[in-house]
């Protein structure tokens, strides 16, 4: 003791440095949750653990003791006092006499014990050695080094960077005591931990609980060893972390250290699996992230690797991923927590969520805002983003069936298709005893997936009437429930945002084949009327997607545009959705504008155009040309997106050359017309995949364009290509065929190379 005061005395006159460092310090709150469990150590009344206060000789001996396998030795109101400045009336007393009683902690010269002095580093770590069993005879006699080096070997110091003569603060405390927890007693194969029947594991990852997986009990968490037990304060940000694991009695989760390189992980919020890219949220933006198919993943309760788990993953679940280097070494999943999803109504329908000022807003994947949401729109929040995204698809038919049965409806039978329910609102009005019943019109609120969220009568202010176009009528037999059938007619439209919808009607209407119809609801039965014009204001003018302006209306950014390709009612049918980005530059007409409507906000949100862009149709190039114009009859042979065709007529002669490309409405096999289309000869300079250029002209390239390479051979023979493969070959010889000009919605639709 002598020798440790003189060298006392020397080290308070040389400048101390203690350093924990930014990668030990990422998760005390899992130390402190351990030692405070363990009564080794606690925050004050108000739950504060002040990290940064220092510790007194008192305090630490009390913890050292309560650490110890004595801890159940200490006996309150004693009647001795272990030191002149420790009386029995002082707080430590009874800590302070197990611990010189059991050789852990001695006093001064002077018989003093300086309770209320700083514990200096190299007096904490000696103290802890002779907890797990050591002695002066372990330490050598080169005080403290040899106490400093055999806690480094022990590794008892990792996390703390301590320089002898320093006074410890809580934080490096509680440090110094949870890496002795884990360290085996002197000569025995037991952690110190296992005094509470406790171990402290290295290495465990927590992946996922019942949220992940139903068949994980709700108190329990699946980990790298297994299930354990947890209690009610889990933290299920801790899943995906690999770290330390406090384990009581073998299956209890008491507590959990992630490691620093664990902590430092990535966290994302998943948006959609693409082919080659796993669309993610990190910091409030949308992000690409590279994920190869061999990587390992955690989900639930299984070890697999992404190829065998991404058709699985969901729009906001939570992944981890855990990088080495920069390369990914493991992802494990978790299910978000997403909510909703919720009916947007005229107020206050996002009161029990979270939203503010910054929540960003996407509808149908188009930037919005929270007041621009329209009622019926089905909404989520996902509260890790600070995102809500909502969802406007509707559809309208008769309710013909429930399954498995109506008093237990998992999916339900709509107008001759079959959609599952989300949400339990859905389902009580489906349900037997529910407002809906067999054979009533009813219009379904869908959800992120196409599920069900909500049920609606067609009667509701925001869907008294449909515009589409019409596909077929007639008369066909429907079911209604269970057993019941009936004969009725019938009515299948596509509407502007490109689904399709079957309605019973009242009479035939096989006059309104391949019209624009506005179907309105009375009582549950569908009216539907030919739609003329529905502004007393025609709509023309050319689009700019820049400014979002069609002449001087405004085109919103999500608008709902139907572009069919015949209004004769003796032609098949054929229509397609596009976007608005597609119509930039084009001029539209009057008379291409069949149908258009606002929204509430006073853009234009539905568009159903006449053969505007022509993408409904299919392209390709006519091949060879056998023809009697004399006897009205002809051999054609043609491909259409790499398959040849042969088409034989009599009574008629098709105005087709061999060579050309051409346009087929109807069935390749069968169409129900040819049209050529206009050629590109020498001169023509692929810019990029998107656009060419003929004679200082820019002419856009279809995203679907069939480009063939033709052999020099008398009897030509036509290889589909891909049009990289024309990109990299500046000594082809090129041709090009398109439908009409750039500004009335035409592009390149066949490309011959030779």
Not at 71 to 83: C, D, G
Request: include cysteine; charge should be negative.
């Amino acid at each position: 003791m002598r020798k440790f005061f003189a060298v006392f005395l020397c080290l308070c006159m040389l400048s101390s440095v203690c350093i924990v460092p930014v990668s030990a310090q990422e998760d005390m709150a899992g130390i402190f949750t351990l030692l405070n469990t363990l009564n080794i150590m606690t925050g004050d009344p108000d739950g504060n653990l002040r990290l940064d206060d220092t510790v007194t000789r008192a305090e630490f001996t009390k913890a050292a003791v309560a650490a110890s396998s004595f801890k159940n030795s200490v006996a309150t109101h004693l009647s001795v006092s272990p030191f002149g400045d420790v009386t029995y009336r002082h707080w430590a007393a009874p800590y302070v006499r197990v611990g010189v009683s059991n050789g852990l902690v001695s006093g001064y010269p002077d018989a003093t014990f300086r309770p209320d002095e700083p514990v200096l580093f190299e007096e904490g770590i000696t103290i802890l050695l002779r907890v797990l069993g050591y002695n002066d005879s372990d330490f050598g006699a080169s005080w403290p080094y040899g106490q400093i080096g055999l806690a480094n070997n022990l590794e008892i110091t990792d996390g703390v960077s301590c320089t002898a003569g320093t006074a410890l603060n809580r934080r490096q405390v509680a440090q110094l005591i949870y890496q002795a927890l884990g360290t085996k007693t002197k000569g025995q194969n037991a952690q110190l931990a296992s005094v509470f029947d406790v171990t402290i594991s290295r290495d465990v990852t927590l992946i996922s609980d019942s949220k992940d997986d139903p068949s994980i009990p709700s108190d329990e968490v699946y980990t790298s060893q297994g299930s354990l037990k947890t209690t009610a304060s889990f933290d299920r940000n801790l899943l995906g972390l690999r770290g330390d694991a406090a384990i009581k009695n073998g299956n209890k989760l008491l507590a959990f250290v992630p490691d620093a390189e664990s902590a430092d992980s990535e966290q994302y919020i998943l948006y959609s699996v693409l082919p080659n890219a796993v669309m993610v949220y990190k910091n409030g933006a949308l992000t690409a992230l590279s994920v190869a198919d061999s990587t390992t993943v955690y989900k639930g309760k299984s070890q697999s690797n992404f190829a065998a788990v991404k058709s699985s993953l969901e729009l906001g679940d939570v992944l981890r991923v855990k990088r080495s280097g920069n390369n990914i070494d493991y992802i494990t999943c978790q299910a978000g927590n997403m909510q909703g999803p919720t009916i947007v109504s005229a107020s206050e329908w996002d009161s029990s969520w979270a939203t503010n000022s910054s929540t960003k807003v996407l509808r149908n994947g188009q930037s919005s805002s929270l007041s621009a949401l329209e009622p019926y729109d089905v909404a989520y929040f996902m509260p890790d983003m600070n995102l809500v995204l909502s969802y406007s698809d509707k559809v309208t038919g008769v309710y013909e069936n429930a399954s498995p049965n109506k008093d237990m409806p998992q999916s339900v039978t709509v107008s001759g298709k079959e959609y599952t329910i989300e949400s339990g609102n859905a389902f009580t009005a489906l349900t037997s005893g529910g407002a809906f019943d067999f054979g009533d019109s009813v219009t379904l609120l869908l959800g992120k997936t196409g599920q069900i969220a909500g049920v609606i009568s067609p009667n509701a202010t925001a869907t008294k009437s449909l515009t589409g176009y019409v596909l077929s009528t007639g008369r066909k037999e429907y079911q209604s429930g269970a057993v019941n059938t009936y004969t009725g007619y019938y009515i299948k439209l596509a509407f502007p945002d490109g689904t399709t919808s079957e309605y019973t009607t009242d009479k035939n209407l096989s006059s309104y084949q391949n019209k624009v119809v506005k179907v309105t609801f009375q009582n549950g039965n569908a009216k539907v009327t030919l739609v003329t014009n529905n502004d007393s204001k025609k709509l023309s003018g050319t689009y700019n997607h820049s400014t979002g302006k069609l002449g001087s209306y405004t085109l919103a950014p999500d608008a709902q545009i139907l572009d069919i390709g015949t209004v004769n009612a003796s032609s098949p049918s054929v229509y397609c959705k596009i976007f608005p980005q597609r119509l930039d530059g084009v001029t539209l007409s009057t008379n291409q504008v069949l149908y258009w409507e606002k929204n509430s906000q006073g853009a234009i949100n539905k568009l159903i155009l006449k053969d505007v862009t022509g993408d409904e149709f299919s392209y390709g190039l006519m091949t060879a040309v056998s023809q009697n114009r004399q006897e009205l009859t002809g051999s054609y042979t043609y491909i259409i997106d790499g398959q040849f065709y042969q088409l034989n007529t009599s009574n008629r002669v098709l105005n087709v050359a061999a060579g050309s490309g051409i346009r087929i409405s109807g069935s390749p096999s069968n169409p129900e017309s040819f049209q050529s289309l206009t050629e590109l000869g020498s001169g023509i300079r692929l810019e990029s995949a998107s656009a060419l250029t003929y004679k200082n002209k820019t002419y856009p390239i279809s995203p679907n364009v069939a480009v063939y390479q033709r052999s020099n051979a008398y009897a030509a023979e036509y290889v589909k290509i891909p049009i990289a493969d024309v990109l990299s070959d500046d000594s082809l010889q090129i041709s090009a065929y398109y439908d009409q000009s750039p500004s009335a919605g035409g592009q390149i639709r066949v490309i011959v190379v030779y």
